[in-house]
Nanobody
Framework: QVQLVESGGGLVQPGGSLRLSCTAS????????VGWYRQTPGKQRELVAT???????NYANSVKGRFTISRDNAKKTVILQMNSLKPEDTAVYYC?????????????WGQGTQVTVSS
């Protein structure tokens, strides 16, 4: 059984930073792609950033240059460092663990953590 536990969300002012963390339990992680997605009310969940088992990263255009995804296989943890936050980054952020080494769309989700960017 795979479980993903996120932490690090909260309220931050525009221009500020937050660091999201997600730790996995179970046998999967080091050989699996992981990532972060986000969702706002009335909209579909969208990709924020992913990282393959080999360390290749992919970012949404809207966060390139501001967000950084990284992984620590020994700790089964994926980190999303978010800098220069904007109000439009406000969303529930979900951690994702794929069944494969690349992002296939089949995997597991965390429960979500709220990020609010507001003055």
């Amino acid at each position: 059984q795979v479980q993903l536990v996120e932490s690090g969300g909260g309220l931050v002012q525009p221009g500020g930073s937050l660091r999201l963390s997600c730790t996995a339990s179970g046998s999967l992680f080091s050989r699996n792609a992981v990532g972060w997605y986000r969702q706002t009310p009335g909209k579909q969940r969208e990709l924020v950033a992913t990282i393959t088992s080999g360390g290749r990263t992919n970012y949404a255009n809207s966060v390139k240059g501001r967000f950084t995804i990284s992984r620590d296989n020994a700790k089964k943890t994926v980190i999303l460092q978010m800098n220069s936050l904007k109000p439009e980054d406000t969303a529930v952020y979900y951690c994702y663990l794929d069944n494969l080494a690349l992002v296939s769309g089949s995997g597991y989700w965390g429960q979500g953590t709220q990020v609010t960017v507001s003055s």
